[in-house]
C-alpha cells in the first residue's frame, strides 16, 4: 500500500485510514439498530432470514462477479477471484438455502417484493461498473455480514432451528474477505481512479438501504405509507 501513487486527497484518507473507520462506523450503526429479538414474533423473525435470503442467496455471486468486471487492477482482480471461487467450489448459496428452510423461513413472494426496489437500485448502480466504488461496495458488504452472523444465528435458534453451516463459515472467512477488499480498493484507485464529482460511497448508500428493508422491512414499509 506504502507504494501507491497519491492523485487526490481521497486516496490520503484511504491511507490514514478514516474510509475503513467511516466503514465500520456505517456497519456499526446497522448492528446497533437491529431489531430486539426479545420484542419481535416467530412471524417476524422468519421475515428477516427469508428477506436475508431473497438478496443474498441469488445476488452475492452476481455482485461479486460484476465487481470483477469493473475493476482494472490485476490485484483487485486475484482478490476477487479467491472470494469468487471459495463461493462456487463451497456453494455458499447452496447453504444459505439449507439455512433459510430448517428455520422454515425460505422467501415468499411477499418476502422478494418486500427487498425489490432496493435490490434493484443495488443491481443498477453495479451495473454502471465503476471499479472503486463497486470494491468499497463489496467490501462494506464483507465486513457487514461478518458482523451480522451471530444476530442471525440468534434468529434461526429463536425459529427452533440448529443449523449453523452458513453463520459459522461466514462469521469467520468473511473477516479475511473484508480486509482483502478493503486492500483492493486502494489498490484500485491507483489505477483506475473515480471520476471526478463521482461519490465514493454511491453504493455503500444503496446497499444500506436494502440492508434496512432485509432488517426492518415491516417497519420501512409502514413508513413508506405513511411519508
Ligand atoms: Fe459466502
Given at each position: 500500500m506504502n507504494k501507491l501513487t497519491l492523485t487526490s486527497p481521497l486516496q490520503d484518507d484511504l491511507l490514514e485510514g478514516s474510509i475503513d473507520e467511516r466503514i465500520t462506523a456505517i456497519v456499526d450503526d446497522h448492528i446497533g439498530r437491529l431489531p430486539n429479538l426479545e420484542r419481535l414474533t416467530s412471524e417476524e423473525v422468519r421475515g428477516i432470514i427469508a428477506r436475508y435470503s431473497a438478496v443474498l442467496e441469488g445476488n452475492f455471486i452476481y455482485w461479486m462477479t460484476a465487481t470483477y468486471l469493473a475493476v482494472k487492477s490485476e490485484e483487485a482482480r486475484e482478490i476477487i477471484i479467491e472470494n469468487l471461487t471459495e463461493e462456487v467450489r463451497d456453494s455458499h448459496p447452496a447453504m444459505l438455502r439449507i439455512f433459510a428452510t430448517a428455520a422454515d423461513a425460505y422467501p415468499t413472494e411477499a418476502d422478494s417484493l418486500a427487498i425489490g426496489p432496493d435490490l434493484t437500485n443495488v443491481r443498477l448502480f453495479l451495473g454502471k461498473l465503476q471499479g472503486v466504488q463497486s470494491l468499497m461496495t463489496m467490501a462494506f458488504f464483507e465486513s457487514y455480514i461478518q458482523r451480522f452472523m451471530s444476530y442471525l444465528a440468534d434468529l434461526a435458534a429463536a425459529r427452533g432451528?440448529?443449523?449453523?453451516v452458513y453463520t459459522d463459515v461466514h462469521g469467520v472467512c468473511d473477516v479475511e474477505h473484508s480486509q482483502e477488499l478493503f486492500r483492493a480498493v486502494s489498490l484500485e484507485m491507483s489505477v483506475n481512479p473515480m471520476k471526478?464529482?463521482?461519490?465514493?460511497?454511491e453504493g455503500v448508500e444503496l446497499l444500506s438501504a436494502l440492508l434496512d428493508s432485509i432488517n426492518h422491512g415491516a417497519a420501512r414499509a409502514v413508513a413508506n405509507w405513511r411519508a
Open positions: 432451528s440448529a443449523e449453523r471526478p464529482g463521482s461519490n465514493l460511497y
